[in-house]
């Protein structure tokens, strides 16, 4: 169970002066990559996250949007993520690019995203998911599955194809604000590449090389 990891390096001379645009490059590889099937969703994520005790929790969801102001998802304001990052707004992501010898860490802060932006995204949302926003009270116990699908029908039923489904109060987005970006490129002889962003009081970023 060990693989060696053969692909070209990463070097310093090489990087994007801006930490986005540096994941912009190796996202869209990424989404290259799935297309031809040897990645499995790039946008895949893991959000971790902790309570006030400093507990931590992890989860993968959709990434929906980056741009120079960070990373953004979307979930119920009521999940047990929603209610950490009220608590402690401190997050880090993960994309695993396994297949690509790759990964990315981000560590940063979260802050939610304005309704109408929110509102903007649920639109484009499928007819179906939309409904699932409504149906799910999201890491709340429930009795059974057959609960869950019940109050989907019943919505269904309310909002059939074609009418529009409002936003859920408790439901939007999330923007994580980067205050570090690790680039990890898999080595042979797990001599990995390991270049990392540093944000800077200034606005402007460090890259520092990691050991692997």
Known sequence: MRAQYRAEGLDEAALAAHPMEQFGRWFEQAAQAAVHGFVHEANAMVVSTADAEGRPSSRTVLLKQYDEQGFVFYTNYDSRKARELAGNPYVSLLFPWHPMARQVIVTGTARRTGRDETAAYFRTRPHGSQLGAWASAQSSVILSRTELEASYEELSARYPEG??????????????????????????????????????????????????
Do not use: C, K, M
């Open 163 to 212: 009418e529009q489904v409002p936003v859920p109060p408790n439901w939007g987005g999330f923007r994580i604000a980067p205050r570090t970006v690790e680039f990890w490129q898999g080595r042979l002889n797990r001599l990995h590449d390991r270049l990392r962003y540093v944000a800077l009081p200034d606005g402007s970023w460090r890259v520092e090389r990691l050991s692997p």
